[in-house]
């Protein structure tokens, strides 16, 4: 049972430009989330969270937005660089044990192109 | 690069097999965290330690065991190995007990022939 999705697996999107990427979650208990950055034959990296009494949370180039009523939320990089190319992973902590358990969604790579 | 240490980073090894997976945390951090990512998966939560002693419990099998020891180097022991074993494996660690993971290791990559 999937819990956190990230339906598409790629994105490319011309550098200078906005990258959108969608994340959707099934729990309604999930307060908390998370995106995290992998570039290959690296381990994540933690990038921005949001909590769920915030619709928004910014962070230099990086906001993520938050829809509770549409279970939906997404991380918009602008302007998007060459160095943002990466799997992009949104996770949530588990209701029942909170930041120690995440769960993962499958991942969005991102490619910018010069 | 994330302080968290991963060693080895590639094993390949045969069906049956038992294999160690080594992770040293950042400096600092008492928490050490194990994920499995399978092909095409999200990173899938096994078990976490906080100094020395187990804090939570995911999806990890039985054949599968953990230990964090006292100078915080966390072992991940994998016995029996299956074809559906094979997978990048992630520690992470952070500083106390509730923290989210921060930092990551570049993983372990599993590989049963």
């Known amino acids: 049972d999937q819990q956190v999705k990230q339906n598409s697996p790629s994105l490319s999107v011309q550098e200078g430009r906005i990258s959108i990427l969608n994340c959707d979650y099934t729990n309604s208990m999930f307060d908390y989330f998370l995106w995290y950055k992998k570039y290959p034959a690296e381990g994540p990296t933690f990038l921005i969270s949001i909590s769920s009494i915030k619709d928004k949370n910014e962070d230099g180039r990086f906001t993520v937005f938050l829809n509770k009523s549409a279970k939906h939320l997404s991380l918009h990089i602008v302007p998007s660089q060459p160095g943002d190319s990466a799997v992009y992973f949104c996770?949530?902590?588990?209701?029942?044990?909170?930041?120690?358990?995440?769960?993962f969604g499958t991942g969005t790579r991102l490619t910018i192109i010069p | 690069d994330s302080g968290v240490t991963q060693t080895p980073k590639h094993l390949i090894t045969a069906t049956g097999q038992r294999v160690t997976l080594r992770c040293s945390p950042r400096?600092?951090?008492?928490?050490v965290y194990w994920y499995q990512q399978s092909l095409d998966q999200g990173l899938q939560f096994l078990i976490q330690y906080y100094n020395g002693e187990e804090r939570a419990k995911g999806n990890i099998l039985e054949r599968f065991s953990a230990q964090q020891f006292p100078d915080l180097h966390s072992e991940l022991n994998l016995s029996s190995l299956e074809l559906g074993d094979s997978a990048l494996y992630f520690c992470a660690s952070s500083v106390g007990v509730y923290n989210q993971p921060q930092h990551f290791g570049d993983g372990t990559r599993l590989s049963i022939l």
């Open positions: 400096s600092g951090d008492l928490s």
């Open positions: 996770a949530a902590p588990s209701p029942n044990f909170g930041n120690e358990k995440l769960t």
